[in-house]
C-alpha cells in the first residue's frame, strides 16, 4: 500500500470503484487492505461482497467468516451499517455455510 495513502483512503477509494462497477480494481484495493492490517473486518466484508458479485462465492464466504470470528458481535451492525446489499450478501453466504 502506498504510504502517502491511508488505508482509510484506500477504502474510500475502493467504495467509489466498486460503485462504478469497476470490481476487480475495488477487489484489489480492499485486499492490500486487508493484507496491511489483517483485522480490518470493513475491508474484509466489502471485499467479500465484490467476491460475491464477481461469483466467488467461496472465497467471499471465507472473508465473511474471517471477519465474524474477529468480532462476532457485530457484523450485524457491520452489514446494516453497510447497507441492505451488503447485508443480503452476508447473510446469502453464511447460508451458503450452513448448508455445505
Sequence with gaps: MSPILSYVQVCERA??????????????????VVESHPEHTLAMDSAAEVLAEMGSESAAKELVL???ALQPGTWRARGEGGGLH???????????????
Design 86 to 100: 451488503l447485508m443480503t450478501t452476508l447473510t446469502t453466504l453464511l447460508c451458503l455455510h450452513c448448508h455445505h
Design 66 to 68: 474471517r471477519s465474524i
Design 15 to 32: 467504495a467509489k470503484l466498486h460503485k462504478k462497477g469497476e470490481l476487480e480494481r475495488a477487489l484489489q484495493l480492499y485486499i492490500r
